[in-house]
């Protein structure tokens, strides 16, 4: 995928999941058999803050961050959307194709979660999720399991775990600007 074509993300609209605990992000106790991860951070203070941080995770703010051309035939909030991130080239780059599993789009607690389709170099699933908390701190957490799912993301094994945590601190601190203002 990706090599001098750009998948339409439309046409992923039922492609199957590449894994089998699809909404396991929301789970209490990430799925077994993965590498899982939970990231927290505070990223503000107040509604003001709260509102711009959950405006930047639904515009795709934290995949730009780091890079990212991003596709999608339709909002971040809504079950069902299949966005292709592409890392490099628009033709010529890596494709990471997934599709919206759950989101929360009202409260004090709003995001979303993405799974991997078919032709992801990994398997697994991301949630992104901004709340504000009774005491006015604003929290951006991102919660993680996923498996190095094609030959060339296993080949590169070290490598690929580093450029995923270098990319998950840009995720954190650019929802973090964003907060900000």
Same mark, same amino acid.
């Given at each position: 995928?990706?090599?001098?074509?750009?998948?339409?993300?439309?046409?992923?609209?039922?492609?199957?999941?590449?894994?089998?605990?699809? =909404?396991?992000? =929301?789970?209490?106790?990430?799925?077994?058999? $993965?590498?899982?991860?939970?990231?927290?951070?505070?990223?503000?203070?107040? /509604?003001?803050?709260?509102? *711009?941080?959950?405006?930047?995770?639904?515009?795709? *703010?934290?995949?730009?961050?780091?890079?990212?051309? @991003?596709?999608?035939?339709?909002?971040?909030?809504?079950?069902?959307?299949?966005? @292709?991130?592409?890392? =490099?080239?628009?033709?010529?780059? @890596?494709?990471?194709?997934?599709?919206?599993?759950?989101?929360?789009?009202?409260?004090?607690?709003?995001?979303? +979660? $993405?799974?991997?389709?078919?032709?992801?170099?990994?398997?697994?699933?991301?949630?992104?999720?901004?709340?504000?908390?009774?005491?006015?701190?604003?929290?951006?957490?991102?919660?993680?399991?996923? *498996?190095?799912?094609?030959?060339?993301?296993?080949?590169?094994?070290?490598? +690929?775990?580093?450029?995923?945590?270098?990319?998950? /601190?840009? $995720?954190?601190?650019?929802?973090?600007?964003?907060?900000?203002?």
């Amino acid at each position: 995928m990706g090599l001098f074509r750009a998948t339409d993300p439309a046409g992923l609209a039922d492609a199957p999941f590449s894994y089998a605990e699809v =909404g396991g992000t =929301g789970a209490a106790a990430l799925p077994t058999g $993965y590498r899982t991860a939970t990231y927290s951070t505070v990223v503000g203070s107040g /509604r003001a803050d709260f509102e *711009r941080a959950v405006a930047a995770v639904f515009d795709w *703010r934290a995949q730009r961050s780091v890079g990212f051309h @991003v596709r999608a035939d339709g909002p971040a909030g809504v079950p069902g959307t299949v966005v @292709v991130l592409t890392f =490099g080239l628009p033709r010529l780059g @890596v494709e990471l194709p997934c599709r919206v599993v759950e989101a929360r789009t009202t409260g004090n607690e709003r995001g979303f +979660s $993405y799974g991997t389709l078919a032709g992801h170099p990994e398997s697994g699933e991301e949630r992104f999720t901004v709340r504000l908390l009774p005491g006015g701190d604003v929290v951006y957490e991102i919660r993680v399991f996923f *498996r190095l799912a094609s030959p060339a993301a296993r080949l590169a094994g070290p490598l +690929s775990l580093v450029l995923q945590r270098l990319g998950t /601190r840009r $995720y954190l601190a650019a929802i973090g600007r964003a907060a900000a203002g």
